[in-house]
């Protein structure tokens, strides 16, 4: 047995028409249906769940959702998460344009440009580059 990807993402949210709101109008995500307590929506071939719960805990540290897109679509869907109140968390400093920021219930999400190809590229220059450095 092998795993052949991502299933579907689930996130909780207290108020379920502002995430609603907030992951098709500021994301661009599409609804395909909703009940009282939840929605579904999707991304290309990602499966997105929301679902309603009394309170929302979220991770402190790097644990985020990220979200694939074009280069050309990056500079217009940054300035519109904005817009529809998204706070940035970090700053990006890794390889290819990224976006990391909070949904309205506190969820870390992010932006980015890029595949796992550009990134492995990117680790073998700079680990080349550290090994000149280093005089090896």
């Given at each position: 047995?092998?795993?052949?990807?991502?299933?579907?993402?689930?996130?909780a949210?207290?108020?379920?028409?502002?995430?609603?709101?907030?992951?098709?109008?500021?994301?661009?995500?599409?609804?395909?249906?909703?009940?009282?307590?939840?929605?579904?929506?999707?991304?290309?071939?990602?499966?997105?769940?929301?679902?309603?719960?009394?309170?929302?805990?979220?991770?402190a540290?790097?644990?985020?959702?990220?979200?694939?897109?074009?280069?050309?679509?990056?500079?217009?869907?940054?300035?519109?998460?904005?817009?529809?109140?998204?706070?940035?968390?970090?700053?990006?400093?890794?390889?290819?344009?990224?976006?990391?920021?909070?949904?309205?219930?506190?969820?870390?999400?992010?932006?980015?440009?890029?595949?796992?190809?550009?990134?492995l590229?990117?680790?073998?220059?700079?680990?080349?580059?550290?090994?000149?450095?280093?005089?090896?």
């Amino acid at each position: 047995m092998t795993i052949r990807g991502l299933n579907h993402i689930t996130l909780a949210t207290t108020d379920l028409q502002r995430a609603i709101a907030f992951y098709t109008d500021a994301l661009g995500l599409t609804l395909e249906h909703h009940w009282q307590r939840g929605a579904y929506l999707s991304a290309g071939n990602l499966w997105f769940c929301l679902s309603v719960e009394d309170h929302v805990t979220n991770a402190a540290d790097y644990t985020h959702v990220a979200f694939d897109i074009a280069a050309e679509d990056y500079a217009a869907t940054c300035a519109r998460l904005k817009k529809h109140g998204a706070q940035e968390w970090k700053a990006n400093r890794s390889e290819g344009d990224s976006f990391y920021f909070s949904d309205p219930d506190g969820h870390r999400l992010e932006l980015h440009v890029g595949d796992l190809a550009s990134r492995l590229a990117h680790i073998s220059k700079q680990q080349v580059k550290d090994t000149q450095s280093c005089g090896l």
